[in-house]
């Protein structure tokens, strides 16, 4: 079993669609071997569902959220293979956490697999229209498709 942390900054709108497009790609691909999650390195919106304009975008593309915003913790750091950011500000703020240093190896840009655009950011749709939601999720899906298939798929296809 492999873990999957994904990590913006309030946890409503790129994170809670990125866990959402991995797990569904996973039920598409018949992988129940990976686990799926997603926080903020805030903790401004804990405890509330993705940003409205978030799930309807999700629907409109096929994908149902059911997510609670929660905050990245220290243990978060142990307990996953792999925490993608949404940004490199995310990526600074996870820096603060004692936990950082000894797993920074497990820390990724979510756009390092973006093959159209690597290490760049995923841009925040929170002040934005329904157009940069949708921007937001291309962006998101072929990034999580991408890192699937170079860091998942190979260690799933011996099961």
């Given amino acids: 079993m492999k873990k999957v942390l994904f990590v913006c900054l309030g946890n409503i709108c790129r994170s809670p669609l990125a866990e959402g497009v991995?797990?569904?790609?996973?039920?598409?691909k018949g992988n129940r071997f990976v686990e799926v999650d997603s926080c903020g390195t805030s903790?401004?919106?804990?405890?509330?569902?993705?940003?409205p304009r978030t799930r309807k975008n999700a629907e409109q593309?096929?994908?149902?959220?059911?997510?609670?915003?929660?905050?990245?913790?220290?243990?978060?750091?142990?307990?996953?293979?792999?925490?993608?950011?949404?940004?490199?500000?995310?990526?600074?703020?996870m820096r603060k956490l004692r936990s950082f240093e000894q797993n920074r190896n497990?820390?990724?840009?979510?756009?390092?697999?973006?093959?159209?655009?690597?290490?760049?950011?995923?841009?925040?749709?929170?002040?934005?229209?329904?157009r940069g939601f949708q921007e937001v999720f291309e962006i998101v899906e072929r990034s999580v498709i991408s890192f699937y298939s170079e860091k998942l798929e190979s260690i799933f296809r011996s099961y």
Wanted: charge should be negative.
């Fill in 43 to 51: 903790r401004y919106h804990t405890g509330e569902q993705p940003d």
């Fill in 22 to 28: 991995l797990k569904n790609y996973l039920l598409t």
């Fill in 106 to 130: 497990k820390v990724s840009l979510l756009r390092d697999f973006d093959p159209q655009n690597p290490g760049a950011d995923v841009p925040d749709p929170y002040f934005g229209g329904d």
């Fill in 61 to 93: 593309n096929g994908i149902v959220l059911s997510h609670q915003a929660r905050q990245l913790e220290d243990k978060d750091f142990i307990e996953f293979d792999f925490l993608l950011a949404m940004d490199n500000s995310n990526v600074n703020n």
